[in-house]
């Protein structure tokens, strides 16, 4: 029986591209799509795997489904002479409906049953005219970033200052409204005062009201005792 045909989709097809300088973790993405109706098991494995890793490096692709892989190359001292012999290989295998365990499927696969697909390594270094090219990039990358920073900061500032007119807005209205309450308060302690007054003053001329017929009836009565005095001493003298 002939080995089967790799039926997942590799982009890049053969060469996985490392754009240096090497002197911090370069990374390349892979991509499997698979286009058939049934679901594939992948597994991606490489001739140095100290130099380099792979995420993810194993898993299922659904029918119609695409999965990218990050292949990251660890730093080293590169050197232009030395030709790269690292190389990848993706295998997969189609799963069949009634298998749960993926471990136990991969022992127990017959080599017919895997297909895999090859990749070499290749390591670039940027021209002088793309090293500037890549430098006026990034200065003005840079100078792009600071001018959203400035303008944020200048945004930001502007917000900062209604914030703090705002506040003192609210400050001068909660004074006003403090300054009524005590107007208020003192309001209704003077009225509470001029009805007590009120009151009092009531009070002394229910009283005086009172006693009035008792101080009206003694002046008539001194009028009659005089009478009577008046009388009785004018009946002496005429006698």
């Not at 370069?26 to 995420?55: G, M, Q, W």
């Amino acid at each position: 029986m002939s080995k089967l045909e790799q039926i997942l989709i590799l982009d890049p097809p053969g060469d996985l591209r490392f754009r240096g300088p090497f002197t911090d973790v370069v990374t390349t993405n892979l991509k499997l799509r698979n286009p058939s109706d049934r679901r594939v098991c992948f597994k991606v494995k490489t001739t140095a795997p100290r130099r380099y890793c792979v995420r993810p490096n194993s898993g299922v692709i659904d029918p119609g489904a695409t999965v990218t892989i990050s292949v990251m190359l660890q730093p080293f001292d590169y050197d232009p002479n030395e030709k790269s012999k690292h190389k990848f290989m993706v295998q997969s295998i189609f799963v069949p409906p009634s298998v749960s365990d993926l471990e136990a499927m991969w022992k127990d696969a017959k080599p017919d049953d895997l297909m895999d697909s090859k990749l070499r390594c290749v390591f670039e270094m940027p021209s002088d005219s793309e090293k500037l090219s890549e430098l006026e990039s990034t200065k003005a990358s840079s100078a792009l970033n600071a001018s959203k920073t400035a303008g944020s900061l200048s945004t930001d500032d502007t917000e900062m200052r209604k914030l703090m007119e705002e506040s003192r807005r609210l400050q001068t209205e909660v004074g006003k409204l403090l300054d009524e309450n005590r107007q208020l308060k003192d309001e209704g302690l003077r009225m509470r005062k001029a009805n007590q007054f009120d009151s009092s003053v009531s009070k002394s001329s229910a009283a005086m009201l009172s006693k009035d017929p008792a101080s009206r009836s003694l002046p008539s009565l001194l009028v009659v005792i005089a009478a009577i005095f008046i009388g009785f001493f004018l009946g002496k003298f005429v006698l």
